[in-house]
């Protein structure tokens, strides 16, 4: 009565095979990540050494250390996300808890999606005119990391309209039907509850800035700049940039070079990213529902 | 507090009926005073009207249950008696509705205040994400300007009093600190009514407060809100006829937006003056 029939173990092999498959095309994803990660440690583990991470690159850089470019990609992330986190948590805020849903909100939100969009070599083109020239910053870590910022503007808006709508609203109708204001509902309750998934989503969108060349190549990452940085208005160097330049531009580089430079920018993102983890992992486990 | 003079209506059948021996008019101080007044309430939702010339007096202190099949106006009602139905922008209401007397549907009205004093209870228990000692403060944080001064120990007095006005107080006492929404389902909803507790309402909206709970749990509950009576008003929706006949004191049967009979529960549930309203009660509403 309950044997398998011919049908039963026909199934039973489709079954087997498309489950086997999809395991397959899994496996081929994770593939190019374990294979890039495995050629750059082989090829540029070797030149790692603190002395490359803390001194400056010498010979036409074809020796030395990375230290200008990696202070200078910190410079620039750390300014880009003091610009656009702000904006971009209070607009994503206006938006999910005040906007009243109308076609001025659904241009907004159409807008911020055709942002998200937009190729970063036009957000290049865009820091050139608006920031290096009109508004005056010249090419320096400024102008870069506010072109930086608008390319992630829709990113972080996003990510944080997302983090907000996963509030549960019926949290929100309780506030409200005490009396507490949208501020109030927001600030105790809402923000509360999604601190952790915004910052994590923040950092992790912020952390990729780190690794783009167009935007920062004509508003103010430089090529060679030995001297760190002192403020927001000087030029810097920035990782990506170098990578690029000694991939490319220059001349006798030796092979691991480039390897080793693509490692600390592949380290930094992923401490970032780590960093991102754990502060998701502490806030979540204050949260109470 | 001054009263806007309410214009003369003709004697309703529930007034007549509202006779002066009521038991529970000893109730309460200002026992036999109306505590919501509407008149003429017509509300839209866009072009949907979803309440008709809606006139009621409820009464101060007691409990009055509003029956009526779904979709009727129950929910609509209570909402708009804590104006919580503006915040959707496509609502118009027009006619009055008085809360103690006072237009709150008046310019100079801050609404904030009126959810103040008019509290409201859902149908799912909905504890904020918060300690159950912070969903006690919740309100009162945001409403009294004396809790930003108040010592641990005052706070602490305002958590222990409304717990234990709600009969939670033993459960709870010594996991204050721990995350209200891992209570049972019960224990949630009293803690949605004691958090209303330290705003000293005078009226409390009750949207099927027992319809998420089992049997247990809806009897805990009734049995809190009927301990309450005479301290609050109680405006209480309910699908549970049984509920409505021995948990409240009056009742009001809706229908499409209408009050169709308001009257005490036991002459209604036992002589109802319109055929609807029997057919409602006794099932044979379709
Ligand atoms: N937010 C809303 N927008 C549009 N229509 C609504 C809304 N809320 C309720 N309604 C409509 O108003 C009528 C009354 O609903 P409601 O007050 O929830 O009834 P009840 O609580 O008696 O079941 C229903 O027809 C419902 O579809
Ligand atoms: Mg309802």
């Known amino acids: ?289 | 507090m001054d009263r806007t003079p309410t214009p003369p209506r003709e004697a309703s059948d529930f007034e007549v009926g509202a006779a002066a021996d009521r038991p529970v008019e000893a109730a309460g101080d200002v026992a036999g005073g109306v505590a919501i007044e509407t008149r003429q309430l017509n509300l839209w939702y866009g072009d949907f009207q979803a309440l008709f010339d809606v006139d009621l007096r409820i009464k101060q202190g007691i409990i009055t249950s509003m029956i009526g099949p779904s979709g009727c106006g129950k929910t609509t009602l209570l909402r708009t008696v804590n104006r919580i139905n503006e915040r959707l922008g496509y609502v118009r209401t027009t006619g009055a509705v008085e809360v103690l007397g006072r237009d709150i549907l008046a310019p100079e009205v801050e609404v904030v205040q009126v959810r103040r004093h008019v509290g409201m209870v859902f149908q799912r228990p909905n504890p904020l994400p918060l300690s159950i000692r912070e969903n006690v403060l919740f309100g009162y944080r945001i409403h009294e300007p004396a809790a930003r001064q108040a010592s641990r120990g005052e706070l602490d007095a305002v958590v222990e009093d409304a717990l234990k006005t709600v009969l939670l107080w033993d459960g709870v006492k010594d996991r204050l600190n721990s995350r209200a929404t891992a209570l049972s389902l019960e224990e949630q909803q009293k803690l949605c009514i004691a958090r209303l507790l330290p705003l000293k309402p005078t009226v409390l909206l009750m949207d099927e407060p027992c319809s998420a709970l089992d049997p247990a749990g809806t009897e805990a509950v009734e049995e809190l809100i009927w301990g309450l009576r005479g301290e609050y008003t109680f405006l209480m929706v309910t699908h549970n006829m049984a509920q409505a006949r021995r948990a409240s004191d009056e009742c009001v049967f809706m229908l499409l937006g209408r009050v169709i009979e308001h009257a005490r529960t036991d002459e209604i549930f036992v002589t109802p003056r319109h055929e609807t309203t029997a057919d409602y009660i006794e099932g044979r509403y379709a």
């Open chain 1, 1 to 289: 009565m309950f044997e398998a029939t011919e049908l039963n173990f026909r199934d039973n092999r489709v079954e087997w095979a498309v489950k086997a498959l999809f395991l397959l095309m899994t496996l081929l994803l994770i593939l190019p990540v374990l294979l890039i990660l495995g050629v750059l440690l082989y090829r540029g583990g070797p030149v790692l050494s603190w002395e490359f991470l803390f001194t400056q690159p010498t010979n036409g850089m074809t020796a030395g250390g990375v230290l200008p470019a990696l202070v200078g990609t910190i410079w620039l992330v750390v300014v880009a996300l003091l610009a656009s986190v702000p904006i971009g948590v209070a607009a994503a805020i206006y938006l999910s808890e005040y906007a009243p849903q109308n076609a001025l909100t659904r241009a907004i939100n159409l807008a911020i999606i055709n942002l998200a969009g937009v190729p970063s070599i036009v957000h290049a083109l865009f820091g050139v005119g608006a920031f290096v020239y009109f508004f005056r910053f010249g090419t320096s870590i400024l102008a870069a990391s506010l072109t930086l910022a608008i390319m992630t503007l829709p990113v972080v808006i996003v990510s944080t309209l997302e983090s907000l709508r996963a509030v549960p609203h019926a949290f929100r109708e309780a506030c409200w039907n005490m009396g507490a204001t949208r501020w109030q509902t927001i600030w105790r309750v809402v923000l509360p509850n999604s601190i952790s998934g915004i910052l994590t989503g923040v950092i992790l969108e912020v952390s990729r800035t780190a690794g783009e060349t167009a935007p920062i190549m004509f508003t103010g990452a430089a090529m060679f700049m030995p001297l760190l940085p002192r403020s927001v208005f000087d030029q810097t160097m920035a990782l990506s940039l170098h990578l690029y330049t000694i991939s490319m531009n220059v001349p006798d580089v030796p092979e691991a070079l480039p390897y080793g430079v693509a490692l600390v920018l592949i380290g930094l993102i992923l401490s970032m990213n780590a960093i991102s983890i754990g502060f998701r992992t502490v806030l979540r486990s204050r949260r109470k529902w």
